[in-house]
């Protein structure tokens, strides 16, 4: 089965190709009709079992402090648009069971943490 991807606004929209080229069922936010904001798109990746890519930490936050549900967050940090697409790549092979336990997953330059969120 594919691994799904929702790609938030924020995340450069010339990613998915390379994405769905390595064969990830990807969605990217940006071609929605209009933005309906953090809250609806963590909905929707979760409704849809979808990992949900980002580079803003409100998602965590959401999932972290309010609960909310989701099938993980990768959340890029100072990664470069045209390393994104890579980047997400990598952290899905290398951590594809940490993200079926909701992790979160922050990446930057040389540095990757996980945390998993353990929700009531």
């Known amino acids: 089965m594919k691994t799904k991807l929702l790609l938030d606004t924020c995340v450069w929209g010339k990613a998915k190709e390379p994405l ?8 990217w936010v940006g071609d929605w009709p209009k933005d309906p904001g953090d809250e609806e798109i963590l909905r929707v990746a ?11 930490k409100d998602f965590g936050l959401l999932a972290i402090h309010h609960g909310r549900q989701h099938c993980g967050i990768i959340r890029l940090v ?26 979160i997953i922050t990446v930057e330059p040389g540095r990757i943490r996980v945390r998993i969120v353990d929700l009531i």
């Open 20 to 27: 769905r080229e390595a064969g990830f069922d990807v969605e």
């Open 78 to 103: 100072d990664v470069a648009a045209t390393s994104q697409a890579p980047a997400i790549i990598e952290v899905i092979q290398r951590f594809a069971d940490d993200l079926a336990d909701r992790a």
């Open 46 to 56: 979760a409704e849809q079992q979808r990992v949900l890519i980002t580079l803003d």
